[in-house]
Every structure is written in C-alpha cells, then in structure tokens.
C-alpha cells in the first residue's frame, strides 16, 4: 500500500458504514481503516451488536466509534469491542443529531473536555488499544479558537494521540442532522493551524473530500484525511491500482461481496442495506441504470440471482 493510501480512511456514518460495508471495502482493498457506524456504549455492553461484525476477516483495520458520554459504561464498552479485536476506539464528539444532543454526548463533549478527559482515562485504564477522538471546530456560538485548543489540551492530559477533525461548526439548535453536514461552510485552514499547534497529536481532517489523490499542498500540512460521502458512494476511489478501465476486476469483487451475501442470508435475515452499499457501484459505466433498478427488484424479491446474472451477462459496459 503507498504512503498515499494509507494518509486516507473512511468517515463513520450512521446506516453506512456498518459490517457489510466493512467487509465490501475490505474486498476493494483490506488496508483501509474504516470508522463503523456510532454505536451507544449501552447498545453494545446490552446486545450482541458487535457480533455482526465476526464477517470480517480483518477487523484490525476497522476502528469502531462508540457513544456515551459516562465514563465506566463508555469503558466496559470499550473493553468488549478492543476484546473482539476493533483496531481503535474512537469517541463520538461532533454529532449534533437531535437525539444525541438530548441524550447529552455527541458535540456536546466539546464543552466538556473534562468530562472526555475522564471517559478517556477509565478506557484506557481497561485497554491498551488506541483512543481517538472526532470532533469539530466548534459549536453554537463557541466558536473562538479556545475552545478547541483547550479541548486537545485537556485530552492530551489522558494522553489521546490521535484527533478527527471535522471542519465546520455545528449548529445544534438551528440546523437538522442533514444541513449540519453541508452548513456552515468548511474552514480547512482552522484544522491546519491546530495541527501547527500540536504538532505531537496526530491530526486527521474532515469534511468534503473527494478522492484520494490530493497533492503535497495539503499532505504537508496534516496527517490523514477521512473521507465520509464520497467513500460511500464511490468506494473504488480506496484503491488506486482500480482505475475506470478495470471493470472486469471490479465486477469480480462485486460477484464476490454477491456470493457472500446470498451465504449470509441463508443463515441469517436478509439485509437490505448490504445492497443498497451497492446500488450505484457501477455509476459512470453504460448499464449503471438498469443495475440501480436491478438492486431494487433484488431488494423488493429478496433475491439476488438477477444481479448476478445481470453482471455475468455484461451488461455493465465502459461507455
Ligand atoms: C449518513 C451519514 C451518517 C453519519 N453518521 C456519523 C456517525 O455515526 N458518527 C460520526 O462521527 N459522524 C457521522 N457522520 C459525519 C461523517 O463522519 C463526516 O464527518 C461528514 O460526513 C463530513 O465528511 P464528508 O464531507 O467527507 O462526508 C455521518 C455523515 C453522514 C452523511
């Protein structure tokens, strides 16, 4: 894998990354790490939710984002996914959904660095994996520099190395979860002069990425890039031998991902959001229309022999 790779991973997002789309991008390429979907401390200590992830032949490259915000229930969680074998523990900070706001954890933990500062310490007093926390550039009216230096500086007491930094404010109270992900607009430059800043803390930036080719302008001044949309609608940009022309391999991998599937849905409940992570897979090549309407019959059938007979057929083309 090149430098260039490995400075990229994938964005939690809710209803997106969760094990189905871990074990697709594991197929296009098994050294990204990706960041599961958020997953509530009690969610997990209560049920057997990270059991959906044993799909996995690589579950080290996968870091889960846990919830909470009461530091013992936050560690036994902890405890139990670094037990699985998740790479990273990272803490939720930056949601400023309704429901999470509400429940006290999310952004609202960028006003409590002390708070955080403890969640972190009771983790690590139960495990050795590495602890990382994604955040934004600040919140509501707290928008002044402090706030989140003070935040790093407080966490860097627990010694957190590692910090996700999604650039743009949150709104809580006059924008919906949607137009908290598109408003305010983005300030990449705040991210850059924090990592100037902390220079010994491990900073990744967020928001608005689109590949993974961007040039030594920005690679110099950051340590990684999370990319949350983009990697969801066009996974492929995650490996970089896969060019537009290898479509004979990329249909090989969804055949893959296919057969697993049609396996995974013998033994266990059809899943309808394993297909729609590859509804538009095949976007920008001829035939990506009828594969859309196919992944939806094979939704509304719970069948998926069509899709694989559409994709053996060659019915997907380079235009
Ligand atoms: C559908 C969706 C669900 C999301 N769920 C989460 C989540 O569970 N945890 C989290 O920290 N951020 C979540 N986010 C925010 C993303 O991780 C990321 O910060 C945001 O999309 C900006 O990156 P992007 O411009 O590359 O998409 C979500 C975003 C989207 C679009």
Known sequence: MSVQENFYCVAPMMGKTDNFFCYLLELIN???LIYTEMMHAETIIRTNILE?????NN????????AGSKPDRLAIAAKKAANFGFNEININCGCPSKRVVSGSFGINLLLQ???VRECVEEISNKTS???SIKTRIGVDQYISENILDNFLLELNKANVSKYIIHARVALRKKLNTKENLN???L???RVYKLKKKFRNNKIIINGGFKNTKYDNQIIKKID????GREAYKNPWIFNLDLTYNDLDKKKLIINSYLDFLKNNFKKYLFNKNALFHIQNIFNGYQGSKKWRQNVSSAIKNKDLNNLLKFIDCDNIKLI
């Open 183 to 185: 408003i305010p607009a």
């Open 187 to 189: 300030n990449y430059e």
């Open 113 to 115: 660095p002390d708070l």
């Open 224 to 227: 990684g890039i999370m990319i």
């Open 52 to 56: 959906n992830y044993s799909i996995l």
């Open 129 to 131: 994996k590495q602890i």
């Open 30 to 32: 098994n050294k990204v």
């Open 59 to 66: 579950i080290e490259k996968v870091a889960i984002q846990i």
